[in-house]
């Protein structure tokens, strides 16, 4: 079974601080990584994707992937209020089918 | 505006009264997906669809259906529905090749499913 894993939380920050959002995974030959943002009772919203090891930046957004540890992760910095939702990591290989999901980490921005 | 939406967004029922759960998306994307999320137990894959007339069993695929006949549409049928299928249910669909970045899967609002 592939599995993805992801601290429930709640994590709780500050507002203005980083919030770093971790996920590791089985499948060793997963190909795509992605992070979605779940407001309570919202749908899953495609926050940052990334395919190669290293870092991916967008905007307050930056997302780390380490295939050789299985591990991928997503910092927020200057987080703010609006921050505040549940994570969901997501992980796939070559083709749709293939695609797992975490539980889901629920970050608390504190103003 | 590229979305994909469900009908109805909230739903009760009783125990065995069929029911059919629409999901339409307007990106001419090959891939669909039906899923259902539960407190804890995270986004679990119930069928998805590789193309028109192409559909396979996701992780919990009992008590449910569904069915391709057009691209742009998806339903899910819950022949007889049972109290544990009371979960809220997400449609989602992507471009579906077999390339890393086409999986970027785009969801539906949601449908609030209630089986008393």
């Known amino acids: 079974q592939k599995e993805v894993e992801q601290n429930s939380g709640p994590l709780s920050v500050p507002e203005g601080a980083i919030a770093s959002l971790n996920c590791t995974y089985s499948?060793?030959?997963?190909?795509?990584f992605f992070w979605y943002r779940q407001y309570s009772g919202k749908s899953p919203e495609l926050i940052m994707s990334i395919y190669s090891n290293g870092d991916k930046e967008d905007g307050r957004f930056t997302a780390q992937l380490n295939k050789a540890s299985q591990y991928v992760s997503l910092l927020i910095r200057d987080s703010q209020p609006s921050d505040s939702a549940t994570y969901l990591c997501?992980?796939?290989?070559?083709?749709?089918?293939?695609?797992?999901f975490g539980a889901g980490t629920r970050l608390t921005v504190k103003p | 505006e590229a979305q994909v939406t469900q009908n109805p967004r909230y739903l009760i029922t009783v125990t065995g009264k069929k029911l059919t759960v629409t999901c339409s998306q307007n990106m001419n994307h090959e891939y669909m997906s039906w899923y259902r999320q539960d407190p804890g137990l995270g986004l679990r894959q119930i069928y998805y669809?590789?193309?028109?007339?192409?559909?396979d069993k996701g992780d919990v695929p009992e008590g449910y259906k569904v069915s391709r006949k057009e691209k742009r549409n998806f339903p899910l049928i819950l022949e007889s529905p049972s109290p544990n299928q009371t979960s809220l249910y997400f449609c989602?669909?992507?471009?579906?090749?077999?390339?890393?970045?086409?999986?970027?899967?785009?969801f539906g609002p949601g449908t609030r499913l209630t089986v008393l």
């Open positions: 997501a992980v796939g290989g070559y083709n749709n089918n293939d695609m797992r």
């Open positions: 499948d060793r030959v997963s190909q795509s």
């Open positions: 989602a669909s992507s471009r579906g090749r077999t390339s890393a970045s086409y999986n970027e899967q785009f």
């Open positions: 669809s590789m193309n028109v007339e192409v559909t």
